[in-house]
């Protein structure tokens, strides 16, 4: 992992300066390597919540630090060291057989934008500011959703982190979000009606709007959460022949499909106050789709 520890952060502040002067001729871009502070290893390991079975990864590993930490604080964690030295490949090979955790780690001589992220769950990396920035879009595109990013000091642009520690040195975790931003389409059935929805989702990262069609009514969804591949909204429209309706709906992304359930609570059938509403809970299932119904002529009986 690149990392600068405070003392040296003057020092280090003039070799990036001259780094990138460098790398503006290469055009190439790359990190210059010191160890981190153990306590700032410990506390990357922590964030990351390593679980039984699972494989992490670290950008720039040097010496091999953090992935044999990680490999040590769980037993059945396995690791992998990606870094463009093959000098600190080496030591950090020779590092792992000392441990006696050869069997599940590893260090290759690689570079960063080279590494394959498509099978692991976590991804450790410290580099300068734009380099992270451009490591940004790899790990968007080829990291699973749900694969979790602990990096210190520096982020990934306007990507927010979901979870920040602050001592004894800022340590930041991303989780990366499933692909729901375009249209999707599902049909419900509700009071005794088969229905279709037309959904457009707008993305940003892990941020998300989102509106949709049902009949000739249009809604808004509200309080839309994605982590990982899991995604939630509400929904509260007026549905034609049924009346003011509210939509829970929870699932989870798989590439073109989202499945999961939808909470549904109907209108009251009298003006009583004190009348319980009608709830009903049904499968949901929403497939990707090309088009999109939402933006088909609606006409001016809305009523």
Known sequence: MRYKTPLRMGAALCIALLLHALAARAQERFSLFVGSDPKTVERMVELAGLRAGETVIDL??????????AAQANPSVRGIGVDIDAKLVKEASLKAQELGLSERVRFEHRNAFDADLSQVDVIFMWFFPELMRLVRVKILEQARPGTRVVAPLWGFGSWSPDAVVKEPAEVSLWVVPAKVGGYWSWRLRAGGVERDYAAVFEQRFQGLEGVVRAGNRHGIFHDLKLHGDQVSFVLMMTLQDLGFTRHEFSGRVNGDTIQ??????LPPKSNEEDEELESVVLPWQAQRSATSAFFAPTGVDVR
């Open 260 to 265: 999961g359930a939808v909470k549904i609570t």
């Open 60 to 69: 720039g590993s040097g010496d091999g630090r953090v992935v044999l930490a």
